[in-house]
C-alpha cells in the first residue's frame, strides 16, 4: 500500500530565505506525487505535480519540488519565502496501478514564514 | 475554489443528532470524494463515488453514509453523531480525464459534535 510522510510538522523561515518542506513516499509502482496547500478557513489547493520526465518540477506562487527517485523523496521549496506562503502544506502520492487509485495524503507541515 | 461548495460551513450538533453536509459542483467532474481532517493525521478517505450509480467506502466510512443525488451533488450524513467525529469535512472533485487524479477541494465544513 502507498504511503507518504511528512517528517516536520512544522517549518520556520524567515522571509527572503530559501525553503524546504519535506515529503518521502512509498509506493509498490511508479509514483505520481501531488504537493497541496492549505491556507486558513479554505480548502486544499493544488501546488505542483510530478508524474513523470524532468525531476525538477515547477508549480504555482513560485514553487517548486524535487523528485528523487533513490531517496524516494518530493520535497517542496522554493527560493526566497514570502510571509504569504505561511501555511499547511500537504504531500500527497498515488500509485500508478490499474484501476483506481487513490490519493493518499501526508499529515502536513505548518511553514510559518516571519517578517 | 469557488467551484466547488460546501454546505454549512460550520455546524455544532449534539451526540445523537443526524446530520447532512452537502457538496455541489459545476466543474462537470465524474468523480467526487468525502474526507475528514483531523490534525496530525492529515486527509482520510471516508466515501468516493465514480457517478451517480458507484458509490464506494473508503478507509473510514463506518458511521458514515453518502449519497449521490446528480453529477453535480454528493452528501455525507452521520446518521447518529458522536464527538470523535467532530473534524473538518472536506468534499473533492476529479474529472475523468483529469491528471492522474488531481483533486479540486471545497471550503471546508467544520462539524463540532457535542
Known amino acids: 500500500a502507498q504511503s507518504v510522510a511528512q517528517p516536520e510538522d512544522q517549518v520556520n523561515v524567515a522571509e527572503g530565505n530559501p525553503l524546504t518542506v519535506k515529503c518521502t513516499y512509498s509506493v509498490s509502482g511508479n509514483p505520481y506525487l501531488f504537493w497541496y496547500v492549505q491556507y486558513p478557513n479554505r480548502g486544499l489547493q493544488f501546488l505542483l505535480k510530478?508524474?513523470?520526465?524532468?525531476?525538477l518540477v515547477k508549480g504555482s506562487y513560485g514553487f517548486e519540488a524535487e523528485f528523487n527517485k533513490s531517496q524516494t523523496s518530493f520535497h517542496l521549496k522554493k527560493p526566497s519565502a514570502l510571509v504569504s506562503d505561511s501555511a499547511l502544506y500537504f504531500c500527497?502520492?498515488?500509485?500508478?496501478?490499474?484501476?483506481?487509485?487513490?490519493?493518499?495524503f501526508g499529515t502536513g507541515t505548518r511553514l510559518l514564514v516571519s517578517p | 475554489d469557488a467551484d466547488v461548495t460546501q454546505t454549512p460551513r460550520n455546524r455544532i450538533t449534539k451526540t445523537g443528532k443526524r446530520i447532512m453536509l452537502e457538496c455541489s459542483q459545476t466543474?462537470?467532474?465524474?468523480?467526487m470524494y468525502w474526507y475528514r481532517q483531523d490534525p496530525g493525521l492529515g486527509l482520510r478517505l471516508i466515501y468516493y463515488s465514480f457517478d451517480v450509480k458507484d458509490i464506494n467506502k473508503g478507509e473510514i466510512s463506518d458511521g458514515y453514509s453518502v449519497s449521490r443525488q446528480a453529477q453535480a451533488k454528493f452528501s455525507l450524513s452521520l446518521e447518529s453523531a458522536i464527538p470523535n467525529q467532530t473534524a473538518l469535512y472536506f468534499c473533492?472533485?476529479?474529472?475523468?480525464?483529469?491528471?492522474?487524479?488531481?483533486?479540486?477541494f471545497g471550503p471546508g465544513t467544520r462539524l463540532t459534535v457535542l
Open positions: 510530478y508524474i513523470t520526465g524532468d525531476n
Open positions: 500527497a502520492v498515488r500509485d500508478t496501478g490499474t484501476g483506481f487509485q487513490k490519493l493518499v
Open positions: 473533492a472533485t476529479s474529472g475523468l480525464r483529469s491528471d492522474y487524479n488531481e483533486q479540486f
Open positions: 466543474k462537470g467532474h465524474d468523480r
